[in-house]
């Protein structure tokens, strides 16, 4: 009678069965017994080959294996004497798929080298807890925006006009119709939905043509987007963190073991969970960052360096609001206690990390966007749909934009975004 086919992450309960698992060679160490890591994506086991144990021809395989070779073995689920973590005392392998000269050793290699590689440098084991988080961080989104009463409303990718600035537009010729754009948000796409939904959002890539090789930019990255009718700005600074500690909170439940592998400190991300984020306006963040050492004058946006600089100080999230009008995107709507701001928020996350979130409310007038269309030499014809949402029961409505990857960054504390997504977009990086 052939023995049950198991996955790693089951094994905790199958202690004392005899069970089959499938997977690739992580390491293999020979001696008089054989020890090999094996993964199967769901986890890693330790497999202990025995001369007393293992068939024989098993045993001779066990001290050839090669790294990243392909493996069923079967045999009995015990407890590890030390660690009570499951392992399995081995009477049977069978090799199902060779690996020969496995290019990514356990020696140090440099990240060029590594990127290079991608498509194996997934295998190792700090990627697959990195991705794991990132999976379960995607599904907390969704899961909350769901549990919210939110409608998924998914916005096209190519599309015909721009939401954060002309400049930093992928194009791509349209048939006959000329060009079109990779999309650099879903938000415009979102707005007319509330008349029909009243909660929306939308989940999936974006681009953005940004000459940047700071640690904190792609150029393809994925977002987060929602969108309330009769929303304002206090409200999306409500949500927004209702839905990072709901993301926290799911993180720190499940994901205890890829948090391990990365060696987490979990002290900032409980207290993320339990405290009350911080709140600060602009012009409070500029007089503070002169404090600290900054040289940043009140009407310019922050840097990479401002945000870590002011979050270096900070040991909570920080949402940043009222920004200067000016370089804030056009259909922001104005303060109306002082026509220089805009009533935008920012959540910088502690930790020296900056903006995972960015969003606030929407103007409602359709004479103040008509104007800031003129003023910012839009194309009035390639937003007339967009006006729509205004001139046929407009209402005040709020949201904002959450970077998948920048809150992977942040909670497994990760130096560089590149480690974020399974096939990182950078300037210069297309491949594999």
């Known amino acids: 009678m052939s023995s049950p086919l198991v996955e790693v992450r089951q094994l905790r309960d199958r202690i004392g069965q005899i069970v089959t698992v499938r997977g690739w060679v992580r390491n293999a160490r020979t001696s008089k017994t054989r020890f090999i890591e094996l993964r199967d994506g769901s986890g890693f086991i330790q497999c202990v080959a025995g001369a007393e144990v293992c068939d024989p021809e098993s045993y001779e395989m066990a001290g050839r294996l090669t790294q990243e070779c392909a493996l069923a073995a079967t045999g009995l689920v015990q407890t590890h004497p030390r660690s009570g973590a499951p392992e399995l005392l081995v009477q049977h392998l069978e090799l199902l798929g060779e690996s020969r000269d496995f290019p990514i050793t356990p020696k140090e290699h440099g990240i060029e080298?590594?990127?290079?590689?991608?498509?194996?440098?997934?295998?190792?084991?700090?990627?697959?807890?990195?991705?794991?988080?990132?999976?379960?961080i995607a599904k907390a989104i969704r899961d909350f925006f769901d549990g919210e009463g939110f409608t998924l409303l998914d916005a096209p990718i190519l599309t015909p006009s721009a939401c954060e600035g002309t400049s930093t537009l992928f194009a791509t010729e349209y048939f006959h119709e000329g060009q079109a754009f990779l999309s650099q948000s879903g938000q415009l796409y979102q707005e007319p939905g509330l008349a029909a939904f009243g909660k929306t959002y939308c989940f999936g890539p974006t681009f953005r043509a940004e000459k940047s090789k700071t640690r904190r930019h792609l150029t393809e990255f994925w977002m987060v987007e929602p969108e309330?009718?009769?929303?304002?700005?206090?409200?999306?600074?409500?949500?927004?963190?209702?839905?990072?500690?709901?993301?926290?909170?799911?993180?720190?439940?499940?994901?205890?073991?890829?948090?391990?592998?990365?060696?987490?400190?979990?002290?900032?991300?409980?207290?993320?969970?339990?405290?009350?984020?911080?709140?600060?306006?602009?012009?409070?963040?500029?007089?503070?960052?002169?404090?600290?050492?900054s040289d940043i004058q009140w009407g310019e946006d922050f840097g990479n360096d401002d945000e870590t600089i002011l979050m270096n100080a900070m040991d909570r999230p920080l949402w940043v609001h009222r920004f200067p009008k000016a370089f804030k995107a056009f259909y922001m709507e104005p303060d109306p206690e002082d026509d220089r701001l805009a009533l935008g928020a920012d959540l910088l996350a502690p930790e020296g990390y900056g903006e995972v979130i960015g969003g606030g409310e929407?103007?409602?007038?359709?004479?103040?966007?008509?104007?800031?269309?003129?003023?910012?030499g839009l194309n009035?014809?390639?937003?007339?749909?967009?006006?729509?949402?205004?001139?046929?029961?407009?209402?005040?409505?709020?949201?904002?934009?959450?970077?998948?990857?920048?809150?992977?960054?942040?909670?497994?504390?990760?130096?560089?975004?590149?480690?974020t997504a399974p096939y990182p977009r950078m300037m210069g990086t297309l491949r594999p």
């Open 113 to 136: 080298f590594l990127m290079e590689k991608r498509h194996l440098w997934l295998r190792s084991k700090r990627q697959w807890a990195i991705l794991r988080i990132r999976h379960a």
């Open 228 to 293: 309330v009718a009769f929303a304002h700005l206090e409200d999306v600074m409500v949500l927004g963190e209702r839905m990072m500690k709901s993301i926290l909170e799911r993180v720190l439940e499940t994901k205890r073991e890829e948090l391990s592998v990365l060696e987490r400190d979990l002290g900032p991300l409980e207290s993320a969970l339990s405290v009350e984020y911080a709140r600060m306006t602009y012009t409070d963040a500029v007089a503070r960052l002169r404090e600290l050492g």
């Open 380 to 419: 009035r014809a390639d937003y007339e749909w967009y006006l729509d949402v205004r001139r046929y029961g407009g209402v005040p409505h709020a949201g904002f934009g959450l970077g998948l990857e920048r809150a992977v960054a942040w909670i497994c504390k990760l130096p560089h975004v590149r480690e």
């Open 362 to 376: 929407r103007a409602s007038s359709l004479d103040y966007l008509l104007g800031q269309i003129s003023h910012h």
